[in-house]
């Protein structure tokens, strides 16, 4: 770790200090397409930004908040194109290709941007606390089920690609992470609009579906299409499989 860095701990920065893992980090990109921009979220110190750099040149940007890093990745890097904003403020249709170490305290935001954003982007690479990884990518248990964990498993494949320890950062976080990677399904929904259906599905989650859908849409309907999938009329959303879910939504959309 450099001398000259700077831990701001309101943009919960940590950074990678090993340099295999960045290498690895940076190979499980797949650009199949020469001209394919490559745009890397929070590059900070440039661990891995170094390497994104020497690959793929003028097809990649980065997005940095901090304007300290801004500045020292443009001094450190002849013609790197760094944007200096707020990721989720960015409009990132031009991308194929996504990657970032992303800070613990925005992954849901990143999260659901990448997914309501998706249409174009090939592949996402992203290293996340393991916990979040966990609770929003595998949300496994029910209790885990929200509308951004469905959309994530509706339009993306999933996959861990390795675990990453603690010791592999500065400062030292108090968790490890992971680096996974999302594939888009390309599925022909708005996912923007199943988002909000889901909002609406997922209100109340003390209520039932009934309950929290009867304010947008008419009992009947939605008693009919309980019916019609075998679901029963006390189920919680988080009761749900997912495509079950999705089914109500299209029958709804008819």
């Known amino acids: 770790m450099n001398e000259d860095n700077i831990y701001k701990k309101k943009y919960g920065q940590n950074f990678l200090i090993n340099e295999d893992l960045c290498k690895n980090i940076v190979n499980s990109l797949k650009v199949k397409d ?26 990649f940007y980065c997005v940095e908040i901090d304007e300290f890093y801004v500045q020292k990745l443009k001094n450190k890097y002849k013609n790197i194109q760094v ?26 935001d990143i999260l659901l941007k990448l997914a309501l954003d998706y249409k174009n982007i090939n592949q996402i690479v992203l290293m996340i606390q393991e916990d ?3 609770r929003i990518i595998v949300a496994s248990k029910k209790e ?30 108090n968790v490890s992470s992971v680096v996974f990677e999302l594939i888009p399904n390309k599925i022909d929904i708005d996912c923007k609009d199943y988002y909000n259906f889901l909002l609406k599905c997922f ?16 009992k009947e309907k939605i008693e009919e299409l309980l ?12 009761d749900l499989l997912n495509n079950e879910l999705l089914n109500i939504y299209l029958e709804l959309k008819k």
């Open 34 to 59: 020469d001209n394919s921009l490559i745009l890397e979220i929070g590059p900070g110190d440039g661990a891995i930004s170094k390497y994104l750099y020497d690959k793929y040149k003028d097809n």
């Open 83 to 108: 944007l200096q904003g707020n990721f989720l403020k960015l409009d990132i249709s031009k991308y194929k290709y996504i990657i970032g170490n992303i800070p613990y305290y925005i992954t849901s």
């Open 132 to 134: 979040a990884y966990k």
């Open 144 to 173: 885990e089920k929200t509308p951004i964990s469905i959309i994530l498993k509706t339009f993306f494949a999933s996959s861990l690609l390795y675990k990453v320890s603690k010791n592999n950062f500065y400062p030292v976080p």
């Open 203 to 218: 209100s109340s989650k003390r209520k039932t579906l009934i309950n929290n859908l009867i304010k947008f849409y008419k």
């Open 227 to 238: 019916e019609k999938f075998n679901i029963s009329k006390l189920g919680r959303p988080e």
